[in-house]
């Protein structure tokens, strides 16, 4: 997501700066930290920054969350009027939507899309140029990068990973099963793997399991016009 941003600054021409509560504010270009690690400090930080700056917030809203500080809503929403006129942009990064309703209007949400191939190539290079893999044949890593899609970048790290430190290689079924877990995460689906098979299926007579089964593989294969004629 950082890259992403960088990427960003550097087209349009900006300055980029990320603060978390850990690490204070850094001014990625220079390397230079400021010591700011309380969320208002890094507000009252912002209207000091040269102008076409972007200033990337980590996990900001866990502090506007709830029963937020008072000062703190008043001090964001006063910079982001300063930032609007300065040619500033803060950008609120988290996992999840949670704003105090004095903020609601003020923010624009953009919810980013997970990565595609391409993205998730770059993560799969990362892994293997890590674990002293020199490169994969054409099939396999385009069946690893098929397994890891719809995964985020770090789960599709994280699958790629625990893979790689297996026996056999990058097995997309191992990276497969990865999605369920990231399901599961959330308390509200679970995917819940099955190994029937059309064989499976019963409460049919010889002849018509046969004519179902015909049928139903037939329709796997490119639309056609044929119609189904049997008595069930």
């Known amino acids: 997501m950082e890259a992403e941003f960088k990427g960003i600054a550097k087209e349009i021409g900006f300055r980029l700066h990320v603060w978390s509560a850990t690490s204070g504010l850094l001014d990625v270009a220079s390397k230079s930290v400021r010591d700011c690690n309380d969320p208002l400090a890094v507000l009252l930080a912002v209207p000091e920054l040269p102008k076409e700056s972007i200033i990337l917030l980590r996990d900001i809203h866990a502090f506007l969350s709830g029963e937020p500080n008072p000062v703190l809503v008043r001090q964001f929403r006063e910079v982001l009027q300063h930032s609007k006129a300065n040619s500033k942009v803060l950008v609120v990064l988290g996992c999840r939507l949670c704003l105090p309703p004095e903020l609601e209007r003020e923010i624009t949400v953009i919810e980013f899309k997970l ?13 293997l140029e890590s674990a002293g893999i020199k490169t994969l044949g054409t099939p396999i890593r385009e069946a690893a990068l098929d397994a890891a899609s719809g995964l985020t970048t770090i789960e599709g790290e994280n699958a790629v990973a625990l893979r790689v430190v297996a026996p056999k290689g990058t097995d997309s079924a191992v990276i497969a099963r990865e999605k369920p877990q990231a399901v599961k995460k959330s308390g509200i689906l679970e995917l819940v793997e099955t190994r029937d098979s059309l064989d499976s299926i019963g409460n049919c007579s010889k002849k018509k399991w046969r004519t179902l089964k015909h049928f139903l593989k037939h329709r796997a294969a490119p639309p056609c016009m044929d119609i189904l004629q049997t008595d069930f």
């Not at 990565?115 to 892994?127: A, N, R």
């Open 115 to 127: 990565p595609g191939k391409e993205e998730l190539s770059i993560v799969l290079d990362g892994v």
